[in-house]
């Protein structure tokens, strides 16, 4: 399932493994999975004619030019003092909030009048989760197959239909609301939690990094912390997955800087 989708790595034979970076590099790496053989094989190209005995390379900062950032991604192989960057982490601008927005592809309801319902009424309820299905036992909750015919709608699926919803069935009630991922999705929720309580955030939020987004600071409070001799033991995970999927405790800032390479973290 998309929950149990989770990264694997892998090292390079011999030959790849000694390949080294370049910021103008010779040749291109990439993974190719074979399904009949069920293996995972890395395809090298040249990016350009080569003569006998030039070097082969590749970019370990392959598909990002911003120099900064190269450098941060850089850091496992090549040292950089990045301390100097301000490790206060701003409020996202407004097109990172609408970017998400367009990606989830939500239309928003119109506004509704919530009913009343008499205290003898029975909810159809009409759901795909098991786990509803085996613990709703109440006499107030039926089950029903007929979605058309529900009063509440469980769904399991992300629902975006927001609107339409609102027009035809003003009174169904849904187990989602709009635009809920910034409270449950990990970097939503932190950037968001960070409005309260100024840049370093509410009390009881752990200083969090995007990244994605936060890379240069992440590694400035890192190395801060370091020269400082504090604990630096910090969680890495993926802002989507549950049940400690993919999930790394460590205090290796090269370790935390590859896992970028895979899920957003």
């Known amino acids: 399932t998309a929950e149990e989708k989770v990264p694997v790595w892998y090292i390079m034979d011999e030959f790849g493994s000694r390949i080294q970076h370049s910021d103008e590099p010779t040749f291109a790496t990439a993974p190719f999975y074979y399904i009949p053989h069920q293996l995972a094989y890395t395809i090298l190209w040249p990016l350009r004619d080569m003569s006998n005995g030039e070097e082969v390379s590749r970019d370990y900062a392959y598909g990002e030019s911003d120099p900064l950032i190269r450098s941060c991604l850089l850091l496992p192989w090549q040292s950089a003092d990045l301390t100097h960057i301000n490790h206060q982490t ?12 367009d990606e989830n592809k939500e239309s928003l309801p119109l506004p509704v009048e919530p009913p009343l319902h008499d205290k003898s009424k029975v909810f159809k309820v009409y759901t795909d989760m098991q786990q509803v299905l085996n613990g709703v036992n109440h006499p107030r909750f039926v089950f029903t197959n007929n979605e058309k015919e529900a009063d509440i709608l469980f769904h399991f699926s992300h629902f975006k239909d927001y609107k339409t919803l609102s027009t035809e069935r003003p009174h169904v009630l849904l187990n989602q609301f709009p635009c809920e991922n910034l409270l449950t999705v990990k970097d939503c929720l932190a950037s ?6 100024g840049a370093e955030g509410p009390r009881w939020l752990p200083r ?12 400035s409070y890192f190395k801060q912390r370091e020269e400082r001799g504090e604990d630096n033991h910090w969680i890495c995970k993926p802002w989507n997955l549950a049940r400690s999927l993919d999930t790394h405790v460590t205090t290796n800032l090269s370790y935390i800087i590859r896992q970028r390479e895979s899920t957003p973290k």
């Open 90 to 101: 701003p409020e996202p601008s407004e097109s990172h909030y609408q970017a998400i927005f």
């Open 208 to 219: 969090t990094f995007n990244l994605k987004t936060e890379l240069p600071q992440f590694i």
């Open 192 to 197: 968001v939690s960070r409005r309260i309580g």
